[in-house]
Structure formats: structure tokens, C-alpha cells
């Protein structure tokens, strides 16, 4: 019951309020809760910029403590169990998970590489700094043991396309990297694995 507010007019009540009720009716974590106030944050930094505002409502609102996620690597058991079934169940999600363990990239930098990026038959991967988290390009070498498996991934796309677009499948337009945790969470159910794919890394 705010849409006749005025920008102006929404305050730091109006803000935590709503914060409130994201974290009550929508039952997120700590962690999700402080990447929403973070993105609120932003927005309103926007119309400050703009001077639409004069104060940014959200500065105020408070993050919430999170606890460090533990990140608990996999066993050989665990291994034993990707390398004998993801190719077949899924061999895009395969070269995902070679990715994160062999060449240690995020599900995020994954999700942004193109085909043009992929030097296989040179033996690296180009990492432009639109890409990679810290903003630097780099180049990563491929482990001779990984070469032969991205072989197999066929690249014969044109140069722009994101190699895994939708489905995980090469594509013109960027998926987003929760793309990867949900197709992951489907295999490691069906084969009992409890952990998370970034764990690989």
C-alpha cells in the first residue's frame, strides 16, 4: 500500500520494513537477505546519482551475521562416482565440473566464457577481464588429462556464442550460473552425492 508514495517520500522505515517482510514471508537465509539489501542499496545509490533522492533508505537497514560456509572437498569415492556417470548423464555439466576442479573457475566466469575464449588444441583457456572475478585477464593452462575430455565438447559455434547458454548448450544469449547448481543437484541426488560443485574446486 505504498504506490502513492513519491520517491522522495520512501524512507529508512518504508526500507527496513520491507526488508522485514523479504526475510519473514520469503524465508531466505541470512546471506540471501544481505545480497538484497546490497542490491537494494545499489539501486537507490542510482537514484542518488540521478538526485531523484537526497538520502539513500537502505544505507541504514543492517546486514545480518552469516556463518562461513564450510566447504568440504570430495572424496575419492565421490570422484570415482562423477568420472563414471556425469559424462554419460550429462556431458555438458562434465566439462562444467573439469572446469571448476582442473583449471579452478567459478560457476559465475564459466557461465561468461565464449567460444572464441577455448584454445584447445593450444592447450589454455583466455579469461578476459570482463570474465574473471577480480577483473584481470589471464590465461589458463589445460591439463594434458583434461585436453582430450574438452575435445569432445564440440565448439563448432560461431565465435561469440556463450558455450553454455541455455541447457548448459552453446548459445547466443548468457545463462545465469544458478543454471549450473540446479542441473548439478539433479545428478548428485540420483547418485548420492551431498556436495555442492563448487566443491571441486
Known amino acids: 500500500r505504498l504506490t502513492t508514495l513519491t520517491i522522495e517520500q520512501f524512507n529508512y522505515q518504508h526500507a527496513q520494513r520491507f526488508m522485514d517482510y523479504y ?6 537465509t541470512n546471506r540471501t537477505y544481505n545480497y538484497a539489501v546490497i542490491h537494494m542499496r545499489t539501486f537507490f545509490n542510482t537514484l542518488m546519482e540521478r538526485e531523484w533522492i537526497l538520502v539513500n533508505p537502505f544505507k541504514k537497514v543492517k546486514t545480518l551475521e552469516v556463518e562461513e560456509t564450510e566447504i568440504v ?36 566466469e564459466i557461465m561468461r566464457l ?6 584447445v588444441n593450444e592447450g589454455y583457456i583466455s579469461v578476459p577481464g570482463n570474465v574473471s572475478k577480480n577483473k584481470r585477464q589471464t590465461t589458463i593452462d589445460i591439463p594434458d588429462n583434461f585436453i582430450e575430455d574438452l575435445k569432445q565438447l564440440d565448439l563448432n559455434y560461431p565465435p561469440n556464442d556463450y558455450v553454455f547458454a541455455r541447457h548448459l548448450k552453446r548459445g547466443p544469449k548468457e ?12 545428478f548428485a541426488n ?9 566443491s571441486l574446486k
Open 23 to 28: 526475510l519473514k514471508e520469503h524465508k531466505v
Open 73 to 108: 572437498a570430495f572424496t575419492d569415492e565421490d570422484l570415482k562416482i562423477l568420472r563414471e556417470n556425469l559424462p554419460g548423464y550429462n556431458y555438458d555439466l562434465y566439462i562444467v565440473a573439469g572446469l571448476i576442479y582442473y583449471c579452478f573457475l567459478r560457476p559465475a
Open 114 to 119: 565464449q567460444v572464441y575464449h577455448f584454445h
Open 175 to 186: 545463462a545465469a550460473p544458478t543454471r549450473i547448481a540446479g542441473y548439478w543437484r539433479e
Open 190 to 198: 540420483q547418485f548420492g552425492i551431498s556436495k555442492n560443485i563448487y
